[in-house]
């Protein structure tokens, strides 16, 4: 059984930072694609940022990009979202997932808020 535990989020000011995590136990992930999405109240959740098994290719929505950086490091069996400026419309639950493909995913954690105050 794959578990996938976020950890990271929290209150922070405009203009602050915060880095998410997104863990795995049952199985090594290094292999596999990692996305972030996130659900802010009463809205659809979207897609924030993802990564391939190697690392090699990186996407990021619009609306963070220049802003958050995704990454993996080989040794680790962990992702991270380094998120800078965060703006109050970055408050929302934020999911990491797994998958053997981006935009496929199998797996996925249950969540860590981030609130961003004006």
């Known amino acids: 059984q794959v578990q996938l535990v976020e950890s990271g989020g929290g209150l922070v000011q405009a203009g602050g930072s915060l880095r998410l995590s997104c863990a795995a136990s049952g199985r090594t992930f290094r292999a596999l694609a990692v996305g972030w999405f996130r659900q802010a109240p009463g809205k659809e959740r979207e897609f924030v940022s993802a990564i391939s098994g190697s690392g090699g290719s990186i996407t990021y929505a619009d609306s963070v990009k220049g802003r958050f950086t995704i990454s993996r490091y080989g040794a680790e069996n962990a992702v991270y979202l380094q998120m800078n400026s965060l703006k109050p419309e970055d408050t929302a639950v934020y999911y990491c997932?797994?998958?053997?493909?981006?935009?496929?995913?199998?797996?996925w954690g249950q969540g860590t808020q981030v609130t961003v105050s004006s």
């Open positions: 997932a797994i998958g053997f493909n981006v935009g496929n995913y199998d797996y």
